[in-house]
């Protein structure tokens, strides 16, 4: 077959090859274009779920007319926290309180002035990246396990070696993670506890209208990726493989019955798998976090009567 002059021919095999090597390139700028987006999106996702805006909104002590100290403690890798130590009119125990994600020690002195009446020293303090503490990003459990473990550490260097635990969401989860890590803790009350951090991501993700497979499957990478950003391992300090080793210290947990941060599935699972003793005290009407203010007229007596029977 004749060829016009300066025409470049191109067999059928060579045609074949240079198509594939375009759909070859034309897909690898694709995935490129799929992995710079994924990438782009854990980083923000992770920046967002390890910095949250800091608060430290709800007043004083003397705002509530408590007598108290600021405090300071150092964590084992030197991050400052801060807090307030509020002694009891006539002491008989002492508690340690532990604030929710994104929140401050600052919104819980409203629960002080009935336990201080009723004998107990309070110990409030701001967990890591939040409030008036140091530290640049929290990782939810993992290490907030070290900064609540550095609190019971600053009681017992004053002399004070036995502790009841209160958390409220994020701080009832470290508390249920941190309670077998020391035999300081005599009593563990978990308010709005969630079982394991994958389950709040997702259930997030979902709330935005992501399909469920797929938040469950970006839920995953972003917390592998939080691992290794936080530098402990997420997963390992779920509740979820913690609370059975709680016993044979007490557990009250608490939860609302229409909380849709953390479903109430969350607090029957931690409950059938922890020891004895314990109890299960569900809000039916209450959503995340408001048991309190659903039944203020049972919420601390509650607390109360266990921390009396157990402390």
């Known amino acids: 077959m004749a060829h016009k002059p300066g025409q470049l021919w191109r067999s059928p095999q060579r045609q074949y090859n240079h198509g594939m090597l375009q759909a070859a390139t034309a897909w690898l700028s694709v995935l490129i274009a799929i992995a710079a987006a994924t990438g782009v999106f854990v980083v923000l996702a992770l ?6 805006a800091r608060t430290v909104a709800g007043g004083t002590p003397p705002d509530y007319g408590l007598p108290y100290e600021s405090v300071s403690f150092s964590t084992p890798d030197a991050i400052t926290l801060k807090g307030w130590w509020i002694p009891a009119i006539v002491p008989r ?5 532990c604030h929710g994600y994104a929140g401050s020690k600052a919104p819980d002195l409203k629960y002080v002035p009935a336990l201080r009446e009723h004998g107990y ?11 008036e503490s140091a530290g640049t990003r929290t990782s939810l459990v993992c290490n907030e396990r070290q900064d609540l473990l550095a609190a019971i550490a600053f009681l017992q260097q004053h002399g004070i070696h036995q502790v009841g635990l ?3 969401s994020m701080g009832a989860a470290v508390a249920i993670a941190t309670a077998p890590l020391s035999t300081a803790v005599s009593a563990v009350v978990a308010d709005s506890a969630f079982a394991e951090l994958r389950t709040i991501v997702a259930q997030n993700l979902r709330r935005r209208g992501w399909p469920s497979p797929i938040a469950t499957l970006w839920t995953a990478l972003i917390l592998q990726v939080a691992s290794r950003y936080s530098g402990c391992n997420v997963f390992h300090s779920d509740p979820i493989r913690w609370v059975g080793r709680v016993s044979p210290r007490p557990l009250l947990i608490i939860h609302g019955g229409r909380d849709r941060d953390v479903p109430v599935s969350e607090a029957i699972r931690l409950y059938e798998l922890a020891g004895l003793p314990k109890e299960l005290w569900v809000v039916d009407e209450a959503e995340h976090r408001r048991a309190d203010q659903v039944r203020p007229e049972e919420y601390m007596p509650r607390i ?8």
């Open 47 to 52: 920046r967002t779920l390890t910095r949250p």
């Open 93 to 97: 125990a002492t508690l340690v309180f």
């Open 121 to 131: 020293s309070v110990l409030l303090f701001d967990f890591r990246a939040h409030g």
């Open 166 to 168: 209160i958390g409220f």
């Open 304 to 311: 109360l009567a266990f921390f009396d029977a157990w402390l």
